[in-house]
């Protein structure tokens, strides 16, 4: 008599645990080697970010040193290293070439940039540090609309639930603070304080979305040099105007000059890399990885300022990068206008282009079927 098998009556094999299907569809989808790639690059810009706080701390704190000097020489780099370049090429690209059809565009786009790192350190002399880490975050809605209407974005619902994610950890990482006894500034003008977040990370937004257009449509290079040039011109206008007697004043040593040279290499590499990343993600996914950056200063901080640990940073940090990686999990779709005359890259997830996520998803779809 031949034995009875194990697939019963019906003869069907049984199914297998809805854990292990569970487990198959987070290890394809959401924990690819492009996403890890993409989680490793922002934290990289987190940790260059983190690097510019520490060093802008200490010189605030105890050398009086104003924000404006500090990125000043930032925008010199730039131009030192990537105008100068631009200044070198041959045909379309070169300096006067762009300077000819575009030179307002870019006055624009500097201007942006400048005010908005001006804006937001301002706004901690006003207002409590609570209002500008949550009013920070109101440069990603704006960030979004912008990417809606000037790069024809099109999201999906996962998209706006892992961007509610991301915030409800930076509400995490404020309500720590405030445990922790971090709140001690209570501000002398709290609303001027608040609207200059506001203003700093709507021109946040500008600046990024710019960022983005231009290194995916034009080049890296072009978008660094013009930002140099007329990011230096601008701040420096500026920093004559506004922080000259502060410049006079500063007591020069070898502490202040490491601390200077410290910053200016932590937001040099930050803005050479940023546009590296946004090429192969999009500027919403990398500020959305950034979030991040005020942990890394308060891990920092812990050992350097004296801070007080609390269990919900490791809590908000935890949530933060599950709203990133469900945000990368999913690639948006892009929508060419009705009229345009420029043929599309593509139909869908041009935010992960670089990734190649689409492929990705196909290919572990096939895998579980």
């Given at each position: 008599m031949e034995a009875a098998s194990p697939a019963g009556p019906s003869g069907r094999q049984?199914?297998?645990?809805?854990?292990?299907?569970?487990?198959?569809?987070?290890?394809g989808k959401l924990f690819t080697w492009n996403i890890l790639k993409t989680?490793?690059?922002?934290?990289?810009?987190?940790?260059?970010?983190?690097?510019?706080?520490?060093?802008?701390?200490?010189?605030?704190?105890?050398?009086?040193?104003?924000?404006?000097l500090q990125s000043f020489i930032n925008y010199c780099l730039l131009f030192l290293i990537y105008t100068v370049m631009l200044a070198f090429q041959s045909g379309s690209d070169n300096l006067l070439c762009i300077l000819k059809k575009k030179w307002w565009k870019y006055i624009l786009l500097g201007l942006a940039d400048v005010e908005a790192n001006y804006l937001i350190v301002r706004a901690y002399q006003y207002t409590t540090l609570?209002?500008?880490?949550?009013?920070?975050?109101?440069?990603?809605?704006?960030?979004?609309?912008?990417?809606?209407?000037?790069?024809?974005?099109r999201y999906r619902v996962i998209h706006f639930i892992a961007v509610a994610v991301c915030l409800l950890g930076v509400g995490t990482m404020v309500g720590a603070d405030i445990l922790a006894g971090r709140e001690d500034n209570t501000g002398n003008?709290?609303?001027?304080?608040?609207?200059?977040?506001?203003?700093?990370?709507?021109?946040?937004?500008?600046?990024?979305?710019?960022?983005?257009?231009?290194?995916k449509k034009l080049s890296r290079k072009e978008f660094l040099g013009m930002v140099g040039l007329f990011g230096t011109i601008i701040s420096g206008i500026q920093l004559l105007i506004v922080e000259y007697k502060d410049i006079a004043s500063i007591h020069w040593d070898w502490k202040i000059a490491l601390l200077f040279v410290a910053f200016a290499l932590c937001m040099f590499c930050l803005y050479s890399f940023m546009p590296l990343v946004i090429k192969v993600t999009s500027a919403t996914s990398v500020n959305l990885g950034i979030l991040t950056a005020d942990l890394y200063s308060l891990f920092f901080g812990l050992f350097?300022?004296?801070?007080?640990?609390?269990?919900?940073?490791?809590?908000?940090?935890?949530?933060?990068?599950?709203?990133?990686?469900?945000?990368?999990s999913t690639p948006t779709r892009t929508a060419e206008p009705a009229e345009s005359s420029v043929p599309p890259v593509t139909s869908i997830g041009i935010?992960?282009?670089?990734?190649?996520?689409?492929?990705?998803?196909?290919?572990?779809?096939?895998?579980?079927?």
């Open positions: 049984p199914h297998a645990p809805g854990s292990a299907s569970l487990l198959l569809w987070i290890k989680i490793a690059l922002g934290q990289m810009l987190s940790l260059c970010i983190c690097g510019t706080a520490i060093t802008s701390q200490y010189l605030a704190e105890r050398y009086k040193v104003n924000p404006m609570t209002s500008v880490q949550l009013l920070d975050c109101f440069g990603i809605p704006v960030l979004m609309a912008l990417s809606w209407f000037v790069l024809y974005a003008n709290v609303l001027i304080g608040d609207i200059l977040v506001l203003l700093g990370a709507s021109l946040y937004a500008v600046s990024n979305v710019c960022e983005e257009y231009i290194v350097l300022f004296g801070y007080k640990f609390s269990g919900l940073y490791i809590l908000s940090f935890t949530i933060i990068m599950v709203g990133f990686i469900l945000y990368c935010d992960n282009l670089g990734l190649k996520l689409e492929e990705n998803l196909q290919e572990t779809h096939s895998a579980v079927l």
